[in-house]
């Protein structure tokens, strides 16, 4: 029987993870569906604006660009389904899809703090995928991005911070 290369330790893979840019979304509105068959729900977030900073892209979320359609299940976790566009500083225009995971145990404290914000104390990832046209920007394209999100009430936004795998 042979071995696949696949079983050899992780650590041989030696990723790194790089700081590219963070994102700030500040939210317009909020819709959560009544409950569809099997007991989980549809929900609509719509985006506002926001801010691209970073050492990689620099930049805004352009106004009213997109949403996130996230799936609320029974179990508590949020699926989240982001899509968006951002525009760099120099006006190139950039598509992300957005997908990740909410979910984590809040203490009575941070719920009072942060009743809207699901995430408080607990996992909040996310895997983007970008569409950027040919330039500056195309290493979006071929580079495996992941990322960790915070989400706040006062106004509502949340803010991402993503990393490049090496």
């Known amino acids: 029987m042979s071995t696949s290369h696949w079983s050899e330790p992780v650590t041989k893979l030696n990723l790194v993870l790089e700081h590219v840019f963070d994102v700030r979304i500040d939210f317009h509105q909020r819709l959560i569906f009544d409950p569809m068959p099997g007991g989980q729900k549809q929900a609509y977030t719509s985006v506002k604006s ?87 920007h195309d290493w979006l394209n071929r580079t495996v991005i992941v990322g960790g999100g915070e989400r706040h009430s006062a106004p509502d936004h949340t803010l991402f911070r993503y990393y490049a795998v090496l």
């Open 50 to 136: 926001g801010k691209v900073s970073g050492p990689r892209l620099n930049g805004t979320v352009l106004d009213y660009s997109g949403a996130d359609w996230p799936i609320v299940r029974c179990d508590g976790v949020v699926e989240l389904n982001a899509h968006y566009v951002l525009e760099a500083d120099d006006g190139a225009r950039i598509y992300i899809r957005n997908m990740g995971y909410v979910y984590g145990a809040r203490s009575p404290e941070v719920a009072a703090r942060a009743p809207a914000n699901p995430a408080a104390g607990g996992y909040f990832r996310c895997t983007p995928y970008f569409r950027a046209p040919e330039g500056p």
